[in-house]
């Protein structure tokens, strides 16, 4: 069985920093893309980040492009998430989900609807 297991959200102040985690069981880690995702009240759930654990490849929302860097430690199974210059608008529910590499493509990696997979989120609060 497929499981996602996010953790490392909490409150912060603008300016602040959070690394999340998202710890990967029931697949083979290295024949899947992570996606970081996260919704806000009231807006539709949009993509942040994704990396591909078979070859590293990354992409990021502009939105967040030069303060949150995505990683993975295949070892661990795990997909990290480190959040740099947090902003009021970063606030949100931040899900993690995981497709298999053969049915995910960079360009698109983005797009929620290509996951399959999915934890049930940690909340981020960036207090100005």
């Known amino acids: 069985e497929v499981q996602l297991v996010e953790s490392g959200g909490g409150l912060v102040q603008a300016g602040g920093s959070l690394r999340l985690s998202c710890a990967a069981s029931?697949?083979?880690?290295?024949?899947?893309?992570i996606g970081w995702f996260r919704q806000a009240p009231g807006k539709e759930r949009e993509g942040v980040s994704c990396?591909?654990?078979?070859?590293?490849?990354?992409t990021y929302a502009d939105s967040v492009k030069g303060r949150f860097t995505i990683s993975s430690d295949n070892a661990k199974n795990t997909v990290y998430l480190q959040m740099n210059s947090l902003r009021p608008e970063d606030t949100a529910l931040y899900y993690c989900?995981?497709?298999?590499?053969?049915?995910?493509?960079?360009?698109?990696?983005?797009?929620?609807?290509?996951?399959?997979?999915w934890g049930q989120g940690t909340q981020v609060t960036v207090s100005s």
């Open positions: 989900a995981a497709e298999r590499l053969s049915a995910w493509h960079l360009d698109y990696g983005l797009h929620p609807k290509w996951y399959d997979y």
């Open positions: 029931g697949f083979t880690f290295s024949d899947y893309a």
């Open positions: 990396i591909s654990s078979s070859d590293g490849s990354t």
